[in-house]
């Protein structure tokens, strides 16, 4: 790519970026609607961090691999990311509105693989975007901008659920309407989105000297593998430290979103998705409306952070984002009241913002231009990572120690968040500078 980058307006800015509310939406949906799915289709608690393997195994399969061949993908008409985009949204679109169809937990648990591996296929891309389309000073707002349109896609997400729960009655099957009415409206916003941002956004072409290398190490079907090899053996120290945040981070993430809708459930209605199934809907919309305000939380304040960040530090600013986040969780299962929910959670959705944009901001500088791809397919294997390892042990650590108790796990959870903050603590990061250049090679290492 060019190596000096026009700058781009605000509205330009967030054009580029709508395409990831509908990602993000699905995602939304991930988070406050699939498991409740199970609970409908009879999963027992430790059985709902097995059926979550898929979005962590898709993540870690599919995303470095689409970062290394987008990297080396150009096409004068679709470009570089834009073709990831458009086929990860299709899929998405699909998978939305099959899902609520699902008659058993296998049907369920295959489509979630589907839907996650559309997801996957767009998400990585749209990170690389960033900083292929944004000189260094304005990354900071491209990147919190995408925590502006998460906030946002997981709020109507979260929303839609509560509302259609209060005014779509009955079921089909174990399922019920109101459900299908969110996965419906998910779907036409995942590829309606990414369509915009499309049809708004060019992507820079590569100088011919650019695409004589990207020619020359396009190599076999092997190369993908090869380039994610060589990428992690050389990757910056600030990197490897994120890793250890990520571990703690996206582990206690995991717990939450498999356990809200049960601890509330339990804190607010006393019961269970094997107690009282109207009460226990009842909660399920409550979730939605709480996961829905954190997520507006969220984009009210994603911009705000970018401003922290370049005035103090996103290191800082993540520190102290995961501090109120991790003590709102061990909080959270002890209220009672269902409106107080929403304090705790406010804390939450800052921190998630800042989980969704700061840390690129803290390792961006230390990533060659030429393998932005790559290594944001890495920064997500050490999402998905944590992930896995919890999908594979909490349904353990839940049955043997936890008592299989929704709010032990969320406390649990909380314990993990505050685990990352003291992590984040011991990286080094400095301060985003005006004008600040990318590297044209990756430094620390």
């Not at 989105?193 to 992507?203: G, N, Q, R």
């Not at 945040?245 to 498999?258: D, H, I, N, S, T």
């Not at 997500?380 to 032990?408: R, S």
Request: include cysteine; charged fraction near 10%; aromatic fraction near 14%.
């Amino acid at each position: 790519m060019n190596s000096i980058k026009p700058r781009l307006t605000f509205s330009q800015i967030i054009n580029m970026n709508v395409g990831f509310f509908g990602i993000q939406y699905s995602f939304g949906l991930q988070q406050s609607a699939i498991n409740p799915i199970y609970d409908f289709l009879g999963a027992s608690p430790d059985e709902i961090p097995l059926l979550n393997l898929a979005g962590p195994m898709t993540g870690l399969l599919i995303q470095p691999i689409i970062g290394a061949m987008s990297d080396k993908t150009w096409h004068p008409r679709w470009g570089r990311r834009k073709p990831y985009f458009l086929v990860g949204a299709l899929l998405c679109s699909i998978a939305l509105f099959i899902y609520p169809f699902s008659s058993s937990l296998w049907m369920a648990a295959g489509l979630l693989w589907i839907l996650d591996a559309g997801n996957n296929t767009a998400m990585e891309p749209y990170r690389a975007f960033i900083a292929d389309k944004l000189p260094a000073d304005q990354q900071a707002t491209g990147f919190l901008s995408q925590s502006f349109f998460t906030g946002l896609g997981i709020t109507l997400a979260n929303i839609s659920l509560f509302i259609f729960q209060k005014f779509i009655p009955g079921e089909h099957g174990s399922i019920p309407y109101w459900v299908f009415g969110s996965f419906f409206l998910g779907s036409v916003c995942s590829i309606g989105s990414v369509l915009w941002s499309m049809s708004k956004t060019p992507e820079i072409p590569p100088s011919p000297a650019e695409l004589i290398i990207m020619q020359q190490h396009k190599g076999g079907i092997f190369a993908p593998f090869i380039e994610i090899f060589e990428a992690i053996k050389d990757m910056p120290k600030v990197m490897w430290q994120l890793s250890l945040v990520y571990l703690f981070q996206w582990y206690a993430l995991f717990c939450y979103w498999q356990n809200a809708s049960k601890s509330i459930a339990q804190s607010v209605w006393h019961t269970s998705p094997m107690g009282n199934k109207q009460l226990y809907e009842e909660a399920v919309g409550w979730t939605g409306l709480v996961n829905g305000w954190y997520n507006i939380a969220t984009f009210l304040s994603a911009f705000a952070l970018v401003g922290l960040a370049k005035k103090y530090s996103p290191k800082l600013v993540h520190v102290i984002c995961l501090l109120i986040a991790g003590i709102g969780l061990i909080i959270f299962p002890h209220i009672e009241n269902k409106y107080l929910l929403f304090a705790p959670m406010t804390g939450f959705g800052v921190a998630w913002a800042s989980m969704m944009g700061i840390p690129y901001l803290m390792v961006i500088s230390e990533i060659p231009k030429e393998r932005y791809g790559v290594y944001m397919g890495i920064i997500n294997m050490m999402i998905v990572i944590p992930m896995i390892i919890q999908n594979l042990t909490f349904g353990y650590i839940l049955e043997h120690f936890l008592d299989n108790d929704a709010g032990k796990a969320i406390t649990f959870a909380g314990i993990f968040l505050l685990i990352a903050c003291g992590a984040t603590m011991l990286m080094k990061s400095g301060k985003i500078e005006e004008g600040m250049e990318i590297p044209t090679s990756g430094g620390g290492h």
